[in-house]
């Protein structure tokens, strides 16, 4: 009788340890669960991304700025956003065949007013899907005026090739890190509102985040601004990663040689590393242009230009877009209608005076009035969008 109670108490005892151990596992994979969710998702395996591509299309479209803003703020300022010319230049793009734009949000406009520039994405969004667009949303850019201000923007320079436009974050937020944070619930806050929304196509983290604009605003640049960025961006991603997003994550390598990994510049690195799918840019001619894509396709992903086409630069809609689609390199140019940020005047037009509408325009398509800077070319991009 004994025997028998002592078997029991050794029975029970073990399976009270059974259940404690269980128990505890079971706390373990909870708080790895937990852990996984505050770290957010993993980079997209190539293979995520692959299933991702295939189930787009082939991707066209162009840089978008409604031809009444000079830049991101006045594009989505509660003053100056024009949803009626909005409207009508995305239906132009739809009527030869674009099915993406990529267009750039901006910091300053989160802190101003979050509730206000989400509910304006929003509309901006309800927009492009009447019209069969997914936009790629630009979060962060280096390019131009490192001194961004809200309110009324600026009126054009005549003549100036992107007069007004803004950098994101900008040469005061870059060099503070006290500000980091705020930069972070914008981050987290634009890309949670819409991170598994069908609308957005993807988001790209940061544009040409090396460039320090020696051509135009170089000598009053943040010295060392590369040196501030590259934690930022990857930073960046992370917060972008924290929050789930359904869509890719990606920053385009634009300048340098990407023949081999071995060439990439840090930030090329870092970029490359961090994106799901592979973007870049390519203002060059079409044999350059397949020549970038050829260096970057050993890396197994997507790849997307989300910047070419300047013809006074040798870059053409009738020399690139078929070498894009001859790869299924999804392609999109700078520039959709003529407008406030006159990028149909070349780079140049920062040093050299013109007076007048150059005869070879750089950059957009459409005129104001809906017309084609070209007939051609929008008759080779809606043949080439309609064939399957």
């Known amino acids: 009788m004994k025997l028998l109670k002592t078997t029991i108490w050794a029975v029970a005892a073990c399976l009270m340890l059974q259940n404690c151990a269980k128990k505890a596992d079971e706390k373990k994979e909870e708080a790895a669960a937990q852990e996984q969710a505050a770290a957010g998702r993993e980079i997209w395996t190539k293979e995520q991304a692959k299933e ?32 009626a010319t909005i409207d009508k230049e995305l239906g132009w793009a739809q009527n030869i065949g674009m099915n993406t734009m990529r267009v750039y949000l901006h910091d300053l406009l989160y802190q101003q007013d979050s509730a206000g520039f989400i509910k304006r994405l929003d509309t901006f969004l309800n927009i492009t899907k009447k019209h069969h667009i997914k936009p790629v949303l630009v979060l962060f850019d280096s390019c131009w005026d490192p001194f961004p201000k809200l309110g009324k923007q600026r009126d054009p320079k005549p003549g100036v090739h992107n007069s007004g436009w803004v950098q994101n974050p900008g040469f005061d937020a870059l060099k503070d890190s006290t500000q980091y944070p705020r930069l972070e619930r914008y981050v987290k806050g634009t890309v949670a509102a819409f991170a598994n929304d069908d609308r957005v196509l993807m988001w790209d983290i940061w544009n040409e985040p090396d460039n320090t604009n020696n051509s135009s605003y170089g000598k ?42 071995e060439k990439l510049k840090p930030i090329e690195k870092a970029q490359i590393e961090q994106s799901d799918v592979i973007t870049f840019h390519n203002y060059e001619n079409a044999q350059e242009f397949e020549k970038r894509i050829e260096w970057l396709e050993p890396y197994g992903r997507p790849l997307i230009c989300t910047e070419y086409m300047s013809r006074g630069n040798g870059s053409f ?67 080439l969008t309609a064939a399957k």
């Open 52 to 83: 991702w591509y295939g189930k787009q299309g082939w991707l066209v479209g162009a840089d978008f700025l409604p031809s009444t803003a000079i830049n991101q703020l006045e594009m989505f300022q509660a003053e100056s956003f024009d949803t």
């Open 220 to 261: 009053v640049e943040l010295p060392n601004k590369v040196d501030y960025v590259l934690p930022l961006m990857v930073k960046s991603f992370e917060w972008a990663r924290s929050v789930n997003p359904s869509q890719p994550l990606s920053s385009g390598v634009w300048a340098g040689d990407w023949s081999s990994p």
């Open 317 to 383: 809609f009738e020399t690139s877009l078929p070498v894009a689609k001859k790869y299924n390199v999804g392609a999109i140019n700078w520039g959709l209608v003529d407008g406030k940020s006159q990028t149909i005047y070349p780079w140049d037009s920062w040093k050299k005076t013109y007076t007048k509408e150059p005869d070879l325009w750089f950059h957009d398509i459409f005129r104001k009035d809906g017309t084609p800077y070209k007939q051609a070319e929008v008759d080779l991009i809606k043949k």
